[in-house]
Nanobody
């Protein structure tokens, strides 16, 4: 089975930085579009950033110019570099990706388990 696993969350002070990683494990043929979402307490899950298979990106207005999404197709990895973090960035961050498994023609939308980012002094 293909699985997405996030890592890199933690506690950081306002203005600090973190880099989140999303690893796709298992029999992966290809990762197509991928993205990062977040959910704060009492809030709906929202899109943070997305990246296409070709590397095109788009961001939520709230994180534009502060966050950068990237990918390493050879390693089946997706990253989110977060700079100038604010308390309102505090949330559980989830990786999402459309993955084609080896030997299959199906494209499967997958979610990671989430990693907690807390921005506080």
């Amino acid at each position: 089975q293909v699985q997405l696993v996030e890592s890199g969350g933690g506690l950081v002070q306002p203005g600090g930085s973190l880099r989140l990683s999303c690893a796709a494990s298992g029999s992966v043929f290809s990762i197509y579009g991928a993205g990062w979402y977040r959910q704060a307490p009492g809030k709906q899950r929202e899109l943070v950033a997305r990246i296409t298979s070709g590397g095109s990106t788009n961001y939520a207005d709230s994180v534009k110019e502060r966050f950068t999404i990237s990918r390493d197709n050879a390693k089946n990895m997706v990253y989110l570099q977060m700079n100038s973090l604010k308390p309102e960035d505090t949330a559980v961050y989830y990786c999402n990706a459309v993955v084609q498994e080896s030997g299959s023609t199906r494209n499967l939308p997958l979610w990671g388990q989430g990693t907690l980012v807390t921005v506080s002094s």
